[in-house]
């Protein structure tokens, strides 16, 4: 059983622990899990997925990002039916005529055929040879380890399916692809990433990854809990009747908050990072059914402006007038300067007065 791991960023997020999650389950019927850490292939570059090519890393970098990996894998993996291989193994070792042998394989009307290099070849935007080159090598990945089954997420589709046509090229019985539907994170849109910063880390304190799991819309949470969870058909029917017959979002996202931080964690701190946050949301006496406002995360907004736009206040003179006062808190901070710009990263909350509130969402 193969799965390609991505040394970019040493935190393991929720959407890679979907797949991981079924790769444990192929353990548990007698499979061996090879993962292949794309030391090499980090060097170029993955373009996957992108709109650009992705800066590569140094090995310094790899070694680096490596070194929490295990322990946060075997979180999910058996540990004894595990193996890791590092692809510099294989790919360090080709000579530029091997190189050329394994570029004669695949076509560039072929390689074109991903969505990322498509859509940069129509835009006119540059792709230099090198980032055809990383599928090629991810592709040959299979060929090293003779993979009898590929695990990804359904982005990844292409780049195991080259693995199959250089398997057969090889002389290899090529290796069944299963993909895993992809989590989107915390921005609601983008699945989840450490390239886009949307994710929730495995490894994250209880507090940080109970509230991260909060603030997730409303619409993704019967989807965390199928793919985070691993809650079957019947259970999420049965959730899906309590949101339909008018119960709070809210309760059902404390139960999943919950449970990830107890899958993670551990039952004791799972349910006193649900007290504390349950706290936090009694001492500010915040409603269950605050309004939400989205603004482009990591873009600056001016405090008055933010305020009129998302219909906290009447006109822009009241907004400043009330900040004067120190009538503003955002995240339980008091705000007096009507003058600043604020960017989010993360969900906050607004409190103007007594009973006026507002959720900000970054997107």
Not at 129 to 151: G, M, T
Request: hydrophobic content about 35%; aromatic content about 10%.
């Amino acid at each position: 059983m193969k799965l390609g791991i991505d040394p970019t960023s040493p935190d393991i997020h929720l959407g890679f622990a979907v797949v991981l999650g079924k790769l444990r389950e192929f353990q548990e019927l007698g499979n061996t899990a090879v993962l292949i850490v794309g030391d090499f292939t980090a060097k170029i570059g993955d373009p996957s997925g992108r709109s650009k090519t992705r800066p590569p890393l140094s090995d310094e970098q790899v070694k680096e990002n490596m070194k929490s990996y295990k322990r946060q894998i075997f979180k999910i993996l058996d540990e004894e039916k595990t193996e890791f291989r590092y692809n510099s193994e294989w790919l360090s070792k080709l000579t530029p005529s091997d190189i050329v042998k394994l570029a004669s394989e695949v076509t560039i009307a072929r390689l074109l055929q991903r969505d990322d290099f498509e859509k940069r070849y129509k835009e006119e935007q540059p792709i230099a040879l090198h980032e055809f080159l990383y599928p090629l090598f991810q592709a040959y990945d299979s060929v090293a380890v003779k993979a009898d089954i590929e695990l990804g997420g359904t982005d990844q589709r292409w780049n195991h399916l080259l693995g199959r046509d250089l398997q057969r090229s090889f002389g290899q019985q090529p290796q069944v692809v299963f993909l895993m539907p992809l989590l989107e994170g915390l921005d609601g849109i983008n699945k989840m990433s450490k390239s886009y910063n949307n994710y929730i880390g495995i490894e994250e304190p209880p507090g940080e990854q109970f509230g991260k799991v909060m603030s997730i819309s409303d619409d993704l949470i019967l989807r965390y809990y199928e793919l985070c969870l691993s809650y079957n058909k019947v259970s999420l029917d049965e959730l899906k009747k309590r949101l339909e017959s008018g119960e709070n979002p809210m309760n059902l996202k404390l139960d999943l908050a919950e449970g990830i931080v107890n899958l993670y964690h551990s039952d004791k701190d799972a349910k006193n990072a649900r007290k504390e946050f349950i706290g936090v949301f009694s001492r500010e006496e915040i409603p269950l059914d605050v309004e939400e406002f989205y603004v482009n995360r990591n873009e600056g907004i001016w405090i008055v402006e933010l305020l009129d736009n998302a219909g906290l206040v009447n006109s822009r003179g009241e907004a400043r007038r009330l900040i004067e006062q120190g009538a503003l808190k955002i995240d339980g901070e008091k705000i007096t300067d009507f003058t600043l710009n604020l960017s989010f990263e993360t969900k906050s909350i607004i409190k103007l007065g007594k009973k006026r509130f507002l959720w900000v969402i970054p997107k």
